[in-house]
């Protein structure tokens, strides 16, 4: 099988990491450096200052969002993606694995709150459960809510005490 010494299957001592890597390997994380630059262009600038990344990226990652034509788009995130080799990528995918849960955790909050809203307009006994869970909240409030939601459907009208209710509980549970 061709001349396989210990010397050759260990690399010559000289070589670093990134000379180790086979070609395929490189290319591999250059591309995932590529599209993580292009997940960076879709935040707001501020979030992007946020991350300290040098200024030519910043430019870089802006003018991405600005391009009108594919072709551009494309070689502007191969020159994002080699100004991202420059940079340590961890700090980075940490702040946006935060940026995700918080996203997350707002999204589960807003579907409690609309689960809530939804039991109290359809259940009878569902403004009991939201008092034993929550005893702070107003029972005359709720009801009133519930009530003002309740003749707004029957009317067909604009839905102004369901959003009223959600308002509220929004404000009781967060």
């Known amino acids: 099988m061709g001349n396989m010494t210990p010397e050759n299957e260990a690399g010559e001592a000289g070589e ?11 290319k591999r994380e250059a591309s995932s450096l590529q599209e993580l630059g292009v997940k960076l262009s879709a935040l707001p600038d501020q979030e992007i200052k946020e991350l300290e990344l040098p200024d030519s990226l910043f430019v870089a990652l802006r003018a991405l969002r ?17 100004l991202m080799r420059e940079i340590d990528p961890e700090p980075v995918l940490a702040k946006l694995a935060e940026r995700k849960q918080r996203h997350d955790l707002e999204i589960r909050q807003f579907q409690q709150i ?15 459960d939201l008092m034993r869970d929550h005893p702070n909240a107003d029972k005359d409030e709720v009801s009133r809510l519930i009530d003002k939601a309740a ?4 009317e067909q009208r604009s839905p102004v005490g369901a959003r009223e209710l959600f308002a509220y509980l929004r404000q009781l549970l967060g």
């Open 114 to 128: 609309e689960r809530w809203r939804d039991r109290l307009l359809g259940e009878d006994g569902a403004i009991d």
């Open 151 to 154: 003749r707004e459907r029957i």
């Open 66 to 82: 600005r391009l009108p034509s594919h072709g551009a788009q494309v070689r502007q995130r191969q020159y994002i993606g080699k």
């Open 16 to 26: 670093t990491e990134q000379q180790r890597l086979s070609k395929s390997a490189r």
